[in-house]
């Protein structure tokens, strides 16, 4: 996502670890996704005394600019503010996309559910909207770039007249995988099913494939892990 970002850091300061460099990619996606809290990044930034990280911001946006490219962020921030300042733009594309889909939606962020929102909300709807998504809370693993649960759950208060399908037919695994997976994920604390009580899951297994043996493997190193699962494969 950040190609030219690690060389803004370095050139700033030497001395930066890989571990800090990371560090301030996080913080500039999050000031990213805030412009609002700009001000106040860098005024609390410059009060406690860190490493001045708004004027590496700046330094970032600037060097972006130059090679005339833009990261995940920029394009869902750029297209909010053309689809906002500009509603002939808006206009254009609420008439045509007329349907909107979103698949994978547990990975999405706020920002992503906004520009979906804003696309989907024509005038015409009557806050009835053809806005469709799919997703599984239990298969999110994008919360590192902003994707949050929210807006799975702030979806169906967002709009009065939505309709919920729990689909339950599994045709991948065999319901040995499927009830192992059952007792694994249940464990975890921020899921759907906990806090909302029409959605219960309960995956019955659709394929012909015969049930295998399913074993917990520990490797010492990646290496070994590589080697050990090629083996048995072969």
């Not at 911001?57 to 300042?85: H, I, P, Q, T």
């Not at 594309?93 to 559910?113: G, P, R, S």
Request: with cysteine; proline share 2%.
């Amino acid at each position: 996502l950040f190609v030219e970002a690690p060389d803004v850091v370095q050139k700033s300061h030497r001395a930066f670890s890989v571990f800090f460099q990371k560090l301030v990619m996080l913080l500039l996606i999050f000031q990213k996704m805030n412009p609002q809290h700009q001000a106040e990044f860098v005024g609390d930034d410059y009060s406690s005394g860190r490493p001045k990280l708004g004027q590496l911001y700046e330094l970032y946006v600037k060097r972006c600019f130059k090679a005339s490219g833009m990261d995940f962020d920029d394009l869902l921030f750029n297209m909010w503010v053309l689809l906002s300042k500009y509603p002939d733009v808006l206009h254009k594309y609420q008439h045509k996309f007329k349907y909107i889909l979103v698949d994978e939606f547990q990975d999405t962020n706020a920002a992503q559910m906004r520009l979906a929102h804003h696309v989907a909300d024509h005038h015409t709807a009557e806050g009835r909207p053809n806005f469709m998504v799919v997703g599984d809370d239990d298969q999110s693993i994008y919360k590192f770039n902003g994707a949050e649960l929210n807006n799975m759950l702030s979806f169906r208060r967002s709009y009065t007249d939505v309709k919920t399908i729990v689909l339950q037919d599994n045709y991948r695994s065999t319901q040995q995988v499927l009830d192992t997976a059952k007792v694994t994920i249940e464990t975890a604390q921020y899921r759907l099913s906990t806090i909302e009580n029409d959605i219960q899951k309960n995956l019955t297994a659709r394929s012909s494939i015969a049930s295998g043996e399913i074993a917990h493997l520990q490797y010492a190193t990646h290496e070994h892990e590589i080697t050990g699962v090629a083996d048995k494969i072969s």
